[in-house]
């Protein structure tokens, strides 16, 4: 999964669902009316298919990515990044 971010305020406003992401999933980009696109992040959870394999991402978050994906899941979008730390965190 990516999540795009505010990076002022760690706010996730747009997701990409997905476990595995390849180069073309990683030059997509998001905009915002009200978010310059400099200040656009993205944090990824999952795997990045590269030449070599799989590169791991936010691994520890697995299983916040798996309640994101469940039947009655929590909203990506009700939590935001704590731009200090680089963690999730619930609103």
């Given at each position: 999964?990516i999540l795009?971010?505010?990076?002022e305020?760690?706010?996730?406003f747009s997701?990409?669902d ?6 073309r999933?990683?030059?997509v980009?998001?905009?915002?009316s ?5 200040l ?7 795997w ?5 394999g ?9 299983e916040?990515l798996?309640?994101?994906e469940?039947?009655?899941p ?9 731009i200090?730390?680089n ?5």
């Open positions: 999964m795009f971010y505010n990076k305020t760690g706010d996730i997701v990409m997905g476990r595995v992401h390849n180069e999933h990683l030059q980009s998001v905009r915002s009200n978010i310059p696109d400099e656009i992040g993205k944090y990824i959870i999952g990045i298919e590269s030449e070599n799989k590169i791991e991402y936010n691994m520890d978050k697995f916040l798996q309640k994101f469940d039947n009655t929590e909203n990506p979008l009700d939590y935001r990044i704590d200090e730390n963690n999730l965190i619930k609103k």
